[in-house]
Nanobody, 123 residues
Framework: QVQLVESGGGLVQAGGSLILSCATS????????MGWFRQAPGKEREFVAT????????YYADSVKGRFTISRDNAKNTVYLQMNSLKPEDTAVYYC????????????????WGQGTQVTVSS
């Protein structure tokens, strides 16, 4: 059993910043990768960023590259998403997910998902 809990969402003006946290509990796996996804109203869920627990490699969607940073704190079993220069199109529910990391990189098969946290960016 792995539980993921996102926090840190909220309302921010365009150009502002937010940091999201994803706290994991229940079990830990040295080979787990962690990812962030988002889903805007009326749209499909899309990939945002992922980080390998074992290798420290990061990957980003083109839409957020250079603005968002994914990081980890293994001692706290927590993954973060630092979001800078936010745009109205970043408005979405952001989800944290965990996947077994086989060392081959993305795409990963995400087995566990959090409940999501709302991020709203005003123009």
């Amino acid at each position: 059993q792995v539980q993921l809990v996102e926090s840190g969402g909220g309302l921010v003006q365009a150009g502002g910043s937010l940091i999201l946290s994803c706290a994991t509990s229940g079990r830990t796996f040295s080979t787990y990768a962690m990812g962030w996804f988002r889903q805007a109203p009326g749209k499909e869920r899309e990939f945002v960023a992922t980080i390998s627990w074992s290798g420290g490699n990061t990957y980003y969607a083109d839409s957020v590259k250079g603005r968002f940073t994914i990081s980890r704190d293994n001692a706290k079993n927590t993954v973060y998403l630092q979001m800078n220069s936010l745009k109205p199109e970043d408005t979405a529910v952001y989800y944290c997910a965990a996947a077994r990391d086989d060392g081959l990189g993305p795409p990963y098969e995400y087995d566990y998902w959090g409940q999501g946290t709302q991020v709203t960016v005003s123009s």
